[in-house]
């Protein structure tokens, strides 16, 4: 009965993509009547969330204790940039939900960034990295930072030959992959530590493992939202509530995204669809820390963005009345779980 009804309610969701798409093709919006939104009964919708789950380790990175503990210094270890002052923590800081809380992100030597700091917390589930998506791996994202002249502009071969003249760091290498240090294995150890950075005992967690009192019923009624009305499960989908994909959201922006790496003229715009859980702690929101608080966040959303150009058709006016807006924002909360916190590794 439950594949039945979930069946139709899919079918019904595709009829209503279908024909958004339609609408937008042929030089009109795509309608905002909200009968059109994909409609799940309210006691199978829940069969569309995932739970978390084990984070996905790579087969040539296998995690253990001393890895993750070399990653965690390296982590918070400012020698890792040109100037000795730059620590990879400076922009992903625990206690500020492993963002910095600044809009866009301040580099080297006080370079004033175009984007916001990602946070870290549970990106070891992504499957594509950084706002526009141009690493596919973490560990290839761990090195990108390092080498980016307005981030820590520090060469690779350099930073070697520097960890090389520091005892500690020779004998931690020695121990966690027999052998002398690497780029490869600097990438492999910040990986490894960066996976263990995870939110996984929300109240919304806790709902999911069987606790049908973990989440209040103002936040019952957000996430009704969040899979009905609000279509906010096409794109923030699976365990980590990101599909990891492109979507031009209608920010207002400079900023061309997807398409620095594609040069497809349809990404330009598009950003990564970021992950959920956390989201108290990660203000400002957006690539470009626009949005301030999670209510302007859900207020952006319900107007259908800022910008028609290039938009993605399901970012539409939604119609929500402030009450529903507030009831979306309680879900939202409901996803935060215990806040992040850190102790800082003794340096070598």
Not at 201 to 225: C, V
Not at 235 to 256: I, M, Q, R
Not at 288 to 307: D, M, P
Request: charged residues 25%.
């Amino acid at each position: 009965m439950l594949k039945k009804k979930k069946a139709s309610w899919i079918a019904a969701a595709c009829s209503a993509v279908l024909l958004a798409v339609i609408a937008s093709g042929c030089g009109s919006s795509a309608s905002t009547d909200s009968s059109l939104a994909p409609q799940a009964p309210q006691d199978d919708y829940i069969a569309l969330f995932h739970p978390l789950g084990e984070v996905p380790i790579p087969e040539d990175n296998p995690m253990t204790p001393e890895k993750v503990d070399l990653g965690k210094t390296l982590f918070f270890d400012p020698r890792l940039s040109g100037n000795n002052q730059i620590s990879c923590a400076f922009c992903h800081n625990p206690s500020l939900g492993f963002g910095d809380a600044r809009p866009t992100f301040i580099g080297f030597e006080g370079f004033q960034g175009g984007r916001n700091s990602p946070t870290v917390i549970n990106v070891g589930y992504y499957d594509a990295f950084f706002w526009d998506g141009r690493s596919a791996t973490l560990e290839e994202q761990a090195l990108g930072p390092i080498q980016a002249a307005e981030e820590m502009n520090q060469d690779l071969d350099e930073l070697v030959i520097k960890l090389k003249a520091i005892p500690g760091y020779v004998e931690q290498f020695k121990d966690v992959f027999n052998e002398e240090i690497t780029a490869d294995n600097i990438a492999k150890a910040l990986a490894a530590y960066q996976r263990t950075v995870i939110i996984n005992d929300s109240d919304f967690d806790k709902y999911l493992a069987g606790d049908q009192n973990a989440l209040s019923e103002e936040a019952k009624r957000g996430m009704d939202i969040f899979v009905n009305k609000g279509s906010c499960l096409s794109c923030h989908s699976g365990p980590a509530l990101s599909d990891s994909n492109f979507y031009n959201t209608g920010v207002l922006t400079d900023d061309l995204g997807r398409y620095e790496v594609t040069k497809k003229e349809e990404d330009k715009g598009k950003f990564r669809t970021p992950g959920l859980r956390g989201l108290s702690y990660t203000a400002p929101y957006m690539h470009n820390g626009s949005i301030a608080t999670l209510e302007e966040l859900v207020h952006f959303y319900n107007i259908g963005g800022e910008v028609e150009e290039n938009r993605d058709p399901r970012v539409r006016p939604l119609g929500l009345t402030p009450e529903e807006e507030q009831d979306l924002v309680a879900f939202l909360k409901a996803l935060d779980g215990t806040a992040p916190t850190e102790t800082l590794p003794e340096l070598p």
